[in-house]
């Protein structure tokens, strides 16, 4: 955010994520992105609260935040030579006044074929596990797993900034 001028302050949600099975990765990140948003805003009380829910979906399979160096295996070995989708879903709040609006990013992620040995020099770093999809496209060995990205690379990252951009100036403008 710093990269586009904005000022802010990182204020963590203390809001547990948890997925609805019967819900859509877009209904699960959105439902997600404003539990947070809210939670936050009750303690800011005034100001624009961003927040966000990222979900990697790869076929019909969501993954989260790997709980383990197997859980993070299983994940990477599943991405390995395939394409995957990234939804980001962003929850603007105005903490006074309660007004919210959201906006949902969708970027087309391409792995090229991992190596078993890729894998595990991957999964050494740590670097993993706090990332959905256990990987980070902005680290070093996840930035050469990615072959190709259709749509906000800044998306896979957890934050789609020109979307925010855009969304927080028409929400800034609704508010009058």
């Given amino acids: 955010m710093k990269q586009v001028g904005f000022r802010f302050r990182i204020v963590p949600s203390k809001v547990e994520e948890i997925f609805d099975l019967h819900s859509s990765p ?18 800011v009380k005034r100001g624009i609260v961003v927040s966000a829910d990222t979900i990697v979906v790869c076929g019909k399979r969501i993954l989260g935040k790997p709980e383990s160096k197997a859980d993070a295996r299983r994940m990477l070995r599943l991405l390995s030579g395939r394409r995957h989708d990234v939804y980001t879903c962003l929850a603007l709040i105005d903490a006074a006044t309660g007004k919210t609006m959201t906006v949902t990013e969708r970027t087309r992620v391409y792995f090229r074929r991992l190596s078993h040995k890729e894998i595990e020099r991957y999964i050494a770093t740590d670097s993993p596990f706090d990332k959905a999809g256990a990987y980070g496209i902005q680290d070093d060995h996840g930035a050469i797993f990615v072959e190709k990205v259709e749509g906000c690379f800044y998306n896979v990252m957890g934050l ?12 800034l403008k609704s508010r009058g």
Avoid at 160 to 171: H, I, K, N
């Fill in 26 to 43: 877009r209904a699960n990140a959105r439902r997600i992105a404003l539990e947070k948003g809210r939670e936050v805003a009750t303690r």
């Fill in 160 to 171: 789609p900034l020109s979307r925010l951009y855009v969304a927080l100036q028409t929400f």
